[in-house]
């Protein structure tokens, strides 16, 4: 008998996000045209679109009307976006890349960006798998990891993260089996931070990892309760004082992406939570048909 667990969302003030919608879509519209003249401005669109998914999720946790649905494609247009562009300022290309977000087609200069980090990396591939974007995950794929370690503004991340990045590109490029085992060896110490980056580690960044290792095996059985087991660290993280009115914790871009992965590959997912909805999980063609009936600029 197949039991179904569920993992409850940590409480959140609602009454702290009355309007906010409106006030985020708002400012979404007015940044995008933004990004012809300042493809800087990538990195506050990619929050903003994410932010705004975060709110609309509290009336529709399970992701299944067109305002959540369409948020979350100009989510991943955008973090993808962000690299096509980068990608083409590497390549040195003169011409201006077309990035498409839903009903709008934008001409933005090519050009290395600071914000195409490897966080921003996993972010963009994490989206790729939930819109089921095979063409976006070959780009990412592709995209030397060296690039992610020095995007010219001096910071760093830990050395895991690279590594981390390097297994999902061979995930992608060779399927997730050849890379089983292979979390096993990343020394999860977070090297930037402190105790609260090691914390961050522990409960946001390695527990999706041991997720991805039960899907590279293919064990259903493992792949849910780690999955459970990760959502649990989500809440625990976020349902703190400090954290639990932040949008950034209302969903979990990660497990989210890798349920999708699971459920793609044919492997039961059995968990339920409002930190990954469920519409995106079981209609892999919501992102197609979405583009298909959004207007074409």
Known sequence: MIVTVIVERHPIDLSAFEGRADKYAGHLTGLLPLLETMPDKFVFVCSL???LLSVQLLTDPEGSGRPVQETALRSEQATVGLFRVTDAGFAGQTDPVRVRIL????????????????????D?????????????????AHFAVDRLRDTGDGSRSSEF?????TILQNAWLRG?????????????VSEVGG???????????RPPMEVFDALAVQNGEQFN??????????????????????????????????????HDLGLPV????????????ENPDWATELAATSTQP
Do not use: M
């Not at 963009?124 to 819109?131: L, T, V, Y």
């Not at 993260?161 to 990045?165: D, G």
């Not at 059995?270 to 999980?281: A, L, M, T």
């Open 49 to 51: 679109a994410e932010s």
């Open 103 to 122: 009903d709008t087609t934008l001409a933005v200069p090519a050009k290395r960006n600071h914000a195409a980090t490897q966080g921003k990396w996993q």
């Open 124 to 140: 963009a591939f994490w989206w790729s798998r939930i819109a089921r974007d095979g063409g976006a995950a070959d780009l990412l």
């Open 161 to 165: 993260s690279y590594q981390w990045v």
């Open 176 to 188: 997730p089996g050849s890379q089983a085992g292979e979390v096993n060896s990343l020394s999860t």
């Open 195 to 205: 105790r609260e980056g090691q914390r961050v580690t522990d409960r946001l960044i």
């Open 225 to 262: 309760r780690l999955l459970a087991d990760a959502l649990t660290q989500h809440r625990k993280f976020f349902g703190t004082a400090r954290w639990r009115n932040d949008p950034i914790g209302f969903l979990s871009v990660p497990l989210l992406a890798l349920a999708c992965w699971a």
């Open 270 to 281: 059995d968990v339920e939570s409002d930190y990954i909805p469920r519409h995106f999980i």
